[in-house]
């Protein structure tokens, strides 16, 4: 081939490829995909929203709490009645998160493990706290346990005070956080099935020892993660509490109902004080849940954690 028949066809190549390139048509959006300006926009809402309903109002806590400096932040938890309240709230929470464990595994066990009569029922009955009133549950207890309720007189019989006491708040937080670790527990189990189970069976294990073994460490993420939920709801309960405890301060009164009384009183420091408190150890519960997420993404995705 001559030097012009090689020259003419390079040439054809090379006005061949940049007519093609030209030819060919600019990428275009999946049928999914939304357009630039759509994704900033959704983007800038949902930022927006949490914004002013969310961080505003937490940012405000912390401000007002330190308003009048350091000096009357810490003045406010030199009160007796908030280290009363303070403590009533972690021994609530403390009684009532471990019985909502117990209850919560052992519910999330029989619905996901076995097939019986009134199993809808049941789970219905699980999510019942979740569309009751915090108010009207804590009605129901006075209802009861009030010195001329149902079952008043038969626990005053006994020396035993429920309304305007310390049984009377444990009971009105278990049944406002019961659904929470349940809830968790159910899902997952009914997804892991009974494989794993029954093949700890054949091998040989006992029930006890294949719930140590094999159940309880394929759904400790998601115990734990109901666990944490659990203690953040018990410890900022106001509703059922409000109504069951009689606010007798340095007594019944837990942080929430602290803080209802002191911002009623105009002492505003310190009722904001109290409140970032409430505020940090909600604040940590969601710390320590995302280190988790972040930590143990591998496990928790094996886990099939959803």
Known sequence: ???????????????????????????????????????????????????LFLLLPLITVFMEAFRKGGGAFLAAFADPAAIDAILLTLMVAAIAVPANLVF????????????????AFLVTLIDLPFSVSPVVAGLVYVLLYASHGLLG?????AGIQV???????????????????????????????DTDEEAALTLGASGWRMFWTVTLPNVKWALLYGVLLCNARAM?????????????????????LHIEILYNEYQFVAAFAVASLLAALALVTLGIKSWLEHRYAGDLAAGHRH
């Open 1 to 51: 081939m001559s030097d012009g028949s090689i020259a003419a066809a390079v040439s054809l190549d090379e006005a061949t490829s940049t007519g093609g390139a030209a030819a060919r048509p600019a990428q275009r959006r999946l049928p999914t995909e939304e357009a630039p300006w759509v994704r900033r926009l959704l983007i800038g809402l949902a930022v927006g929203f949490l914004g």
């Open 104 to 119: 919560g595994i052992s519910a999330a066990w029989a619905i996901a493990k076995f097939d019986f009569r009134g199993k």
């Open 153 to 157: 007189g038969l626990v005053q019989s």
């Open 163 to 193: 309304i305007f006491a310390l049984p009377g708040i444990i009971m009105a937080t278990i049944f406002v956080t019961f659904p929470f670790i349940a809830r968790e527990l159910i899902p997952l189990m009914e997804e892991l099935g």
């Open 236 to 256: 900022g309960e106001f509703g059922a509490v409000s109504v069951v405890s009689g606010h007798i301060r340095g007594y019944t009164n837990t942080m929430p």
